[in-house]
């Protein structure tokens, strides 16, 4: 595993295991400050493996400040998968110092795989909590959490999920106080594994209680595979939102707090889409205040398994706007299907220009923006459009020259002009009222195909259609080193 820099991207340092085959690494988390030196920490899972056969499973937890191990825990039995999943928990016992939330979803304490859920001190991993499966198949623990403070008392809870549950998949939230169960939600049809991916949601409503969301990779409501993702409230329990992927998206497969993506002042939220070795895999960004979709970020090729894990990044770029982290384990990095971690956000480069834009239906002008490295070596471009009518499509556009002309029946202006190149790949569809795509600079879209090189300068545009006619952003304007 690999800690990297936030300010820059350099690697920090890296951890590793002597367990063999152990899956470590698998499902990581950051847990907040367990040894009390004001750095947050990390715990990683290894569920299949153990220092001894047989595989019991084992967490471990590591200091953020230099990655030397704190302390580690162990499955209690054969198979019990100890660590399928891990968390932060919030400081649950109160002494200041937080602790973790650890998945054991082969556990047989209560039938063969019922699964469980230990809460360990961050002071010295002691055992808080232990809940165990209702019944065998539950895998209680395939997904856990630390959920905030859900029932407003004072203390952090966790939320654990148990895909097996009836069949169709249960999520369960725990009070930190005293292990109470304060809810538990469960699927709607069989076999669609709700509780798949589990999050804290933050206060998205602002009533005072935090909130929670549950994926359920396998739902098949809204095609084969879909997926889905809803979003619970902390008060009563009831369904905030519900979201939902297309054919073969298993949405819900990963699901996270995305921080405040838009600068609204409400937490957003962020579900992992990968596409189940059928399409390339997505990651969807979702409005805290209201559900309505604000950006999606896109893998490049089926199989990368982009969306597989998803987590919110906190504000990286320091532009005042949170990050998000996507996981794509199985595309081609280093080496083949050695796998890629793509951090989003948008510290801006260029120059804009043409701005404002005309306005659109909305009565507001849409905007683009460039984000990432201007750097040609670095091969980190993301072009970003927001403000385009909800429920509209549109296309990026690039020229190495600007111009401006109000083209026939437009109700914007082009500001590009000469040899205009279309991103026109489904995956680079924008569908309002924001939109996103990573340029490969190696090839962009005019005709012929041009690659990027050092010294170049290019511009870029959103055309996008609005009822009847059509409008444009304004521009940006992009100098490569």
Do not use: K
């Not at 800690?3 to 350099?10: I, L």
């Not at 979803?105 to 039938?111: A, E, K, L, V």
């Not at 654990?160 to 998949?169: L, P, W």
């Not at 801006?348 to 659109?360: E, M, Q």
Request: negative net charge.
């Amino acid at each position: 595993m690999y800690a990297y820099s936030g300010r820059d991207g350099a690697e920090l340092y890296s951890v590793t295991t002597s367990i063999f085959e152990s899956s470590f690494g698998h499902h990581v988390s950051g847990t907040g400050d367990v040894n009390g030196d004001g750095v947050g920490d990390f715990v990683a899972g290894a569920p299949v493996g153990a220092t001894d056969p047989p595989p019991l499973g084992t967490a471990f937890v590591y200091s953020g400040f230099d990655g030397t191990l704190l302390f580690s825990a162990q499955g209690t039995s054969e198979g019990a998968r100890f660590g399928s999943g891990v968390g932060g928990a919030g400081d649950v016992n109160g002494d200041g110092f937080a602790d973790v939330v650890i998945g054991s979803n082969g556990d047989g304490t209560n039938g063969p795989a019922a699964g469980a859920v230990y809460v360990l001190s961050g002071t010295n991993g002691t055992t808080l909590y232990a809940f165990f499966g209702d019944a065998s198949g539950d895998f209680l623990g395939t997904s856990v959490d630390g959920a905030g403070d859900v029932n407003a008392d004072g203390v952090d809870d966790v939320i654990a999920g148990a895909t097996g549950t009836n069949g169709r998949g249960s999520a369960r939230v725990y009070s930190g106080l005293d292990g109470s169960v304060l809810y538990t939600f469960h699927g709607d049809t069989s076999g669609e594994t709700f509780g798949s991916a589990v999050s804290a949601a933050e206060d998205i409503d602002a009533d005072g209680f935090a909130d929670v969301i549950v994926g359920a990779r396998l739902d098949n409501d809204s095609g084969m595979y879909a997926g889905s993702a809803r979003v619970f409230s902390g008060f009563d329990g009831s369904a905030l939102y519900t979201f939902y992927g297309d054919a073969h998206d298993v949405l819900g497969s990963a699901v996270a707090d995305a921080g405040d993506i838009d600068g609204d002042g409400r937490g957003d939220l962020i579900v992992g889409a990968p596409g189940g070795n059928v399409l390339p895999g997505y990651a969807r960004v979702f409005s805290g205040r209201d559900g309505s979709e604000l950006v999606t970020y896109y893998g490049e090729f089926a199989g990368d398994d982009f969306g597989a894990s998803v987590v919110g990044a906190g504000d990286v770029t320091m532009d005042g706007r949170s990050n998000v982290l996507v996981g794509a384990p199985s595309a081609d990095g280093t080496f083949l299907r050695s796998g890629l971690a793509y951090l989003f956000g948008c510290s801006a480069v260029g120059t804009i220009y043409c701005s404002p834009a005309l306005p659109n239906s909305t009565a507001f002008a849409a905007s683009i923006r460039a984000c990432g490295s201007e750097r040609v070596a670095a091969d980190d471009l993301l072009l970003a459009a927001e403000g385009v009518p909800p429920g509209e499509f549109g296309y990026f556009l690039a020229s190495r020259m600007q111009g401006f002309v109000n083209p026939p029946g437009s109700a914007g202006i082009l500001c590009l002009m000469g040899n205009i190149g279309r991103y026109n790949q489904l995956r680079n569809l924008i569908q309002g009222p924001e939109g996103s795509i990573r340029l490969q600079l190696a090839s962009i879209p005019v005709n012929p195909p041009s690659m990027v090189i050092v010294g170049d300068t290019w511009n870029f545009q959103c055309w996008f259609r609005d009822g009847a006619t059509s409008n444009f952003t304004d521009a940006v304007s992009v100098l490569f080193r």
